[in-house]
């Protein structure tokens, strides 16, 4: 009887694991997670860039806003505060539409056309403009390849891609607000290597265009208040941001808003909470012709390193510009709002303003001249 045969005794004729085939199967899963990560590795490995080294660093040394192997804020600011997003503050995930679900609208501009002595601006999504004045051409932040990595996981919206690095023309300045990802893309700069005269850029951020290939006498790297001469009527401030900086992390170099002090005073605030700078900024400047604000992308939690909604409109405030751009939103999500929620912002609170908010869509020609209002494009969205 099978009663008889006692528990020690049982023998099963076949065990669908045994312990040799477990060990094979973990062994094989580690062989793919580290082939996987070896071929990210290989990838990203020349899009990390380079951390400052040599006489740049021992520049970087010197600079008043580096301590203890680091660029710090004045005020010491934290990425992250513990008021962290309560439901209170933030939208509820039902309530949110993070990306848009239809293309967004979009202009062609035939770039290479453009003539030289029209002054303009034209914004491409996110942090990327194009920006002449004085027969001068600038391009900020250039991120036109939505290939890896930021597409691996954080794809431009559809409709926002429409310009690629091809279609940017000779550019005499290309200005790069900090070297995180979303502003610094290695795929653009690469491909526009040939086309860019000079690069302007914070403290350390020229180690990565070195690395990559660009001359070294064709980077200049300033700290927070120096600038370059452009021509006769202009000149090019680098000038204090509350933010953060590194490819990976440790802000190894620094991050900058800037000032083209020309026929118009045009200030590109990067990345940057609010913050004293901005009383300093107007202080020195007098005033601003056209600023270009960051709006998007904001959570409570990161309210020291990026303008929330009413340190948007108190920074305003402040500098008092005659016309107002916002960027940094409308082509990825990294935040937890709605797409349309820094635009929806900062159109209802500009209503009884002295300043002109201009909400261009992507693409489309800001004649300096003569700015021509604008629609709320979002709505129709
Ligand atoms: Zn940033
Ligand atoms: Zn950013």
């Known amino acids: 009887m099978k009663g008889d045969r006692g528990a020690d005794q049982y023998k099963p004729s076949f065990r669908p694991y045994d312990d040799a085939m ?17 071929i990210i590795g290989i990838l990203m490995w020349k899009e990390l860039g380079q951390s400052p080294k040599g006489e740049r660093l021992a520049r970087i040394q010197q600079s008043p806003n580096y301590k203890n192997g680091a660029f710090q804020n004045d005020p010491p600011s934290k990425m992250f505060t513990s008021g962290d997003a309560s439901p209170k503050e933030a939208p509820k995930p039902d309530h949110i539409e993070r990306a848009p679900v239809k293309p967004l609208p979009a202009i062609k501009t035939a770039l290479k056309d453009l003539h030289r002595d029209q002054d303009l601006v034209i914004w491409f999504g996110h942090s990327s403009v194009l920006i002449q004045q004085d027969g001068i051409r600038y391009l900020i932040d250039p991120v036109l390849d939505s290939r890896f990595p930021l597409s691996l996981a954080i794809s431009p919206y ?7 690095p091809d279609d940017i023309p000779e550019i005499d300045y290309l ?13 653009t700069v690469l491909a526009l290597k040939d086309r860019v005269k000079s690069v ?10 070195e690395y990559w290939g660009y001359p070294s006498e064709s980077i200049h790297e300033l700290d ?27 802000n190894p170099t620094l991050w900058a808003s800037f000032m083209i002090a020309g026929p118009r005073n045009i200030y590109i605030t990067g990345d940057t909470g609010f913050g004293d700078h901005f009383q300093k900024i107007i202080a020195q400047f007098k005033s601003i012709d056209f600023a270009i604000m960051e709006n998007g992308q904001y959570n409570p939690s990161w309210n020291q390193v990026h ?3 009413d340190g948007l409109v108190k920074a305003l405030d402040i500098l008092h510009p005659k016309y107002v751009l916002t960027y940094h939103h409308a082509k990825f999500t990294l935040s937890r709002h709605s797409w ?10 500009s209503k009884d303003k002295p300043w002109n908010l201009l909400t261009p869509v992507i693409g489309e020609v800001i004649d300096l001249d003569a700015p021509k209002n604008t629609e709320p494009w979002w709505r129709l969205n």
């Open 158 to 164: 559809k409709g926002t891609d429409i310009y690629t």
């Open 224 to 250: 927070w208040g120096e600038s370059i001469p452009i021509n006769k009527n202009t000149k090019l401030y680098a000038l204090e941001a509350r933010h953060f900086s590194g490819r990976l992390s440790g």
């Open 22 to 38: 477990i060990k094979k199967l973990l062994l094989a899963l580690l062989l793919l997670i580290a082939l996987f990560l070896i």
């Open 175 to 187: 200005i790069i607000t900090h070297d995180h990802w979303d502003h610094l893309d290695y795929k």
């Open 307 to 309: 303008l929330m909604p």
């Open 200 to 209: 302007v850029c914070g403290l350390g951020v020229g180690q990565h265009f």
């Open 340 to 349: 349309y929620d820094p635009l929806e912002n900062i159109y209802q609170s």
